[in-house]
């Protein structure tokens, strides 16, 4: 019998991950002298998008799946995930 892995087993990982990421981009983007404020700039938006992208992508996930299965088919992007009921 395998070992269950709750929702609190997870988030201190996740918070510390979110927390390293600001801290990497601003230590080695925001913060760096050789790059102009144009190309951080730049950087910001496409992080941004990229953010916001991959939020609304899997907004089924996070919201709950709702409707036909057909329509979450892009979802698996690893043969593990087992979120349909096929």
Do not use: C
Request: avoid cysteine.
């Amino acid at each position: 019998m395998g070992r269950v892995a709750y929702l609190h087993h997870y988030l201190p990982t996740l918070y510390f991950a979110v927390l390293m990421l600001a801290h990497v981009l601003d230590h080695f983007i925001f913060s760096s002298k050789l790059l102009t404020t144009k190309v951080k700039n730049i950087f910001f938006g496409v992080f941004a998008f990229l953010l916001l992208f991959s939020f609304w992508w899997f907004k089924g996930v996070a919201f709950g799946i709702d409707g036909p299965v057909a329509e979450h088919k892009g979802l698996q992007w690893r043969s593990s995930w087992n979120i349909y009921n096929d």
